[in-house]
């Protein structure tokens, strides 16, 4: 029979497709996005495409109508079930199946869910995920056929491969977790009995309607339950995870928020050791402290665009052994397989800890000291933000400016930094600024505010406090 379909305009984004299930996400919609992504990965000549699903509410019957769109192709679906994100990506590695999809609203509020795609082993993204929705609403799809699904646990496999790389000896270390009742509890309970010390582990039960808090480890208030555990334990250092744990958050002994770049830097300096004179990537977004301190370590620092799949590709692209953002996506290719896990990242930061001589929080202080705004994020027209980002860079080059246009326009002055980018996924402009004095950071706002008016748009809302970092 034939098969046409029409998306929420909302749907297809940069990375994946997300909705509001019931409203701009319902199960024909599932079904529709694994009869086309099922199509693709036919006429490119593969058959198996792995499928899993985090603990959300809607992710049961939305994984079911993917599979059955997916069968519809032709595809035999391996069906890993319920467990993070990057358990799906190491299954679709480890069984080299053609593509990949996991049933996940990653960070997203609980009546929210999506999809995350992979074919063969890259990020499936951009307008791969446009061209679903042409497919879809053109009915260019492969004749219907009857393909087949099959259940199988990698769960076993993935923790047997998450500890093989420990490499912190038998310290007992004293650790909380904070799942925030993501899709990673089952894996997370049975890795850390796998672990040296004591392992204290927060909200690890899997509730898509997020009763304890939002599981979003880069804004602090998240992490206030593990930061008053860790007070509370003596604890070495804290993780947290997302919903499906593809990003990782961490604090120190004291407490301490590590902010991805600083996370960065602390795995950085120990990967570099195996590794001299590695390209290490982080995102646009990144503070300069990352990049110097990089280089300090004898590794090339690379300023990339932000955005996960842009990441994957510019890593396989230059031999990355490690790359992040700082949303918190930790991508290791030294010893791993370079998809974004914060259970190995996790990992690999434990065993960084046991072999270090003092705390988490000396080497975050000993890292020089300067002021951030929060990441700002105001309203901008989707075709708009693009048309404001080169007024802004034509301006800054006539004026003779220092500039990175590798994501947006990120200028260089004596008192720091200050970046303005068009957001992948929304309506939005993204701006944030770095200085090394209070001074400075004056001078850098007011350098923001002045291109921004001149482009007709108001000045952000500065009033979140500056973070020292």
């Known amino acids: 029979?034939?098969?046409?379909?029409?998306?929420?305009?909302?749907?297809?984004?940069?990375?994946?497709?997300?909705?509001?299930?019931?409203?701009?996400?319902?199960?024909?919609?599932?079904?529709?996005?694994?009869?086309?992504?099922?199509?693709?990965?036919?006429r490119?000549?593969?058959?198996?495409?792995?499928?899993g699903l985090d603990g959300r509410v809607s992710s049961p019957m939305l994984e079911a109508a993917l599979v059955d769109g997916l069968?519809?192709?032709?595809?035999?679906?391996?069906?890993?079930?319920?467990?993070?994100?990057?358990?799906?990506?190491?299954?679709?590695?480890?069984?080299q199946t053609d593509g990949a999809v996991m049933v996940t609203g990653s960070h997203n509020p609980p009546d929210y869910n999506g999809f995350k795609m992979m074919l063969g082993r890259k990020p499936f993204f951009g307008p791969q995920i446009q061209q679903i929705g042409k497919m879809a609403a053109s009915g260019d799809v492969v004749p219907e056929a009857a393909g087949s699904d099959k259940t199988i646990d990698v769960s076993q496999d993935y923790i047997d491969r998450l500890v093989q790389d420990w490499d912190g000896g038998t310290r007992a270390l004293n650790v909380v977790w904070d799942n925030g009742n993501g899709a990673a509890g089952e894996v997370l309970e049975r890795l850390v009995t796998r672990l040296p010390g004591k392992h204290t582990l927060l909200f690890s039960a899997i509730d898509g309607g997020f009763p304890n808090h939002h599981p979003d480890p880069t804004v602090p208030k998240n992490l206030e339950a593990l930061i008053a555990e860790v007070a509370k334990q003596g604890a070495d250092l804290g993780i947290a995870f997302d919903g499906d744990a593809d990003r990782i958050g961490a604090v120190t002994n004291k407490g301490e928020?590590?902010?991805?770049?600083q996370l960065l830097v602390v795995l950085a300096r120990d990967v570099l050791?195996?590794?001299?004179?590695?390209?290490?990537?982080?995102?646009?977004?990144?503070?300069?402290?990352?990049?110097?301190?990089?280089?300090?370590?004898?590794?090339?620092?690379?300023?990339?665009?932000?955005?996960?799949?842009?990441?994957?590709?510019?890593?396989?692209?230059?031999?990355?052994?490690?790359?992040?953002?700082?949303?918190g996506h930790i991508f290791f290719a030294d010893k791993w397989y370079g998809f974004d896990d914060a259970l190995y990242a996790g990992v690999r930061l434990l065993g960084i800890v046991?072999?270090?001589?003092?705390?988490?929080?000396?080497?975050?202080?000993?890292?020089?000291?300067?002021?951030?705004?929060?990441?700002?994020?105001?309203?901008?027209?989707?075709?708009?933000?693009?048309e404001v980002i080169a007024?802004?860079?034509?301006?800054?080059?006539?004026?003779?400016?220092?500039?990175?246009?590798?994501?947006?326009v990120r200028v260089l002055t004596d008192d720091g930094w200050w970046l303005l980018r068009a957001s992948n996924t929304q309506a939005v402009l993204v701006a944030r600024c770095e200085a090394s004095s209070e001074a400075g950071m004056e001078r850098l706002k007011a350098d923001l505010v002045r291109q921004l008016e001149a482009s007709g748009l108001a000045a952000p809302d500065f009033s979140g406090e500056n973070a020292g970092h």
Not at 13 to 38: H, M, Q
Not at 44 to 51: C, F, I
Not at 391 to 408: C, I, P, Q
Request: positive net charge; glycine residues 10%; contains cysteine.
């Open 257 to 261: 928020m590590l902010f991805g770049d």
């Open 71 to 95: 069968k519809a192709s032709g595809i035999d679906a391996i069906r890993i079930g319920r467990g993070p994100t990057p358990m799906l990506y190491y299954a679709a590695t480890t069984h």
């Open 354 to 386: 046991a072999r270090m001589g003092h705390t988490l929080s000396d080497v975050r202080n000993a890292l020089p000291h300067v002021i951030n705004t929060p990441e700002l994020r105001f309203d901008c027209d989707d075709l708009r933000k693009f």
């Open 1 to 42: 029979m034939s098969f046409t379909h029409q998306f929420d305009a909302t749907m297809l984004r940069e990375y994946d497709i997300r909705g509001i299930v019931g409203k701009t996400l319902n199960p024909s919609d599932a079904f529709a996005i694994g009869r086309c992504f099922g199509s693709i990965v036919m």
């Open 273 to 327: 050791k195996s590794h001299p004179g590695a390209t290490i990537i982080a995102d646009v977004k990144a503070s300069q402290v990352l990049f110097d301190e990089v280089a300090k370590a004898g590794g090339n620092p690379l300023m990339w665009k932000t955005g996960h799949s842009l990441i994957k590709a510019k890593m396989a692209e230059t031999g990355s052994p490690l790359a992040g953002e700082m949303s």
């Open 391 to 408: 007024e802004v860079a034509a301006r800054l080059a006539t004026e003779g400016a220092h500039v990175s246009a590798t994501d947006g």
């Open 44 to 51: 490119a000549g593969g058959r198996r495409v792995a499928v």
